[in-house]
């Protein structure tokens, strides 16, 4: 049986302290360790036109960094306004396709999209996606439809190898009760939302005002950042990560979560 830790977290893409930011984020990348790490807000360096992600993945033991944005020539061909906004896929196991696909567009939001990759772990073969629901706190029933779509999108993913495991993680912009949510654990691949199995008992709030980039109105929070896992895979333990406790500081207006699975 093989352990996989697995981080899930929202950038937070602009630039208010961002180099701060930045660096308390590779320090505690590197003390967590890390296998699999899904970032959504993924934009390029205003300075140097990097990809962000990329500042992150080598000096972190993340040799594998795979990213999606679409740029505003697709947005154009697909009548998208603007860039659809970018996610990554930081890994140390050796990937072996990755796809994206686009999620349904509504107006008062940006263009999203679900990424995927299979990894190669051993002799097991895993499917990561990592996703970013629409924003709008009004667009419940959009969020469900893009999640559905998102599931479609597995599907074919999947679909086309012998997959043993698959993991879904990412910012639903909804908490644990609502429609979105419910598709994902109400689908045929049996996912279980990894915090809530771990600790059935704590809300684990991701966005609050706890943190000092968010806003006033957010106490208690919510918890909107998820990781999913299905097959092969079992949660052992999962915690919040970047929460100003245990060296780990504020990087974003989320907190990230942390999962650690057992590959059967």
């Not at 939302?193 to 106490?219: I, K, L």
Request: a negative charge; one cysteine or more; charged letters at 20%.
């Amino acid at each position: 049986m093989t352990n996989i830790k697995v981080v899930t977290l929202n950038l937070w893409d602009v630039d208010e302290s961002r180099d701060r930011r930045d660096g308390l984020l590779i320090s505690g990348l590197n003390h967590l360790q890390p296998d699999i790490v899904c970032l959504q807000e993924v934009s390029r360096v205003p300075d140097t036109h990097q990809i962000h992600s990329e500042l992150f993945a080598a000096p972190c033991g993340l040799t594998h960094h795979l990213f999606s944005g679409f740029g505003e020539s697709q947005a154009r061909e697909s009548d998208l306004p603007g860039n659809v906004e970018g996610l990554s896929i930081l890994s140390r196991f050796p990937p072996v396709r990755q796809a994206s696909v686009a999620l349904p567009y509504f107006a008062g939001d940006v263009p999203r999209q679900i990424f995927l990759a299979e990894l190669s772990i051993g002799r097991s073969r895993i499917a990561v996606a990592t996703t970013h629901l629409a924003f709008p706190p009004k667009f419940s029933r959009e969020r469900e439809l893009q999640a559905r779509e998102a599931l479609d999108a597995v599907d074919l993913f999947t679909a086309k190898a012998d997959i043993d495991a698959i993991v879904l993680a990412g910012d639903f912009n909804e908490e644990a009760g609502a429609p979105a949510v419910h598709a994902v654990l109400e689908s045929r691949y049996g996912f279980l939302d990894a915090y809530s199995v771990c600790r059935p008992d704590d809300p684990g709030a991701t966005f609050t005002s706890a943190n000092p980039y968010v806003g006033p109105g957010y106490a208690p929070g919510q918890r909107i950042d998820f990781i999913f896992g299905a097959g092969k895979l079992e949660p052992v333990e999962c915690n919040l990560v970047f929460d100003g406790t245990g060296g780990l500081g504020f990087v974003s207006d989320h907190l990230g979560v942390l999962c650690v699975f057992a590959l059967k």
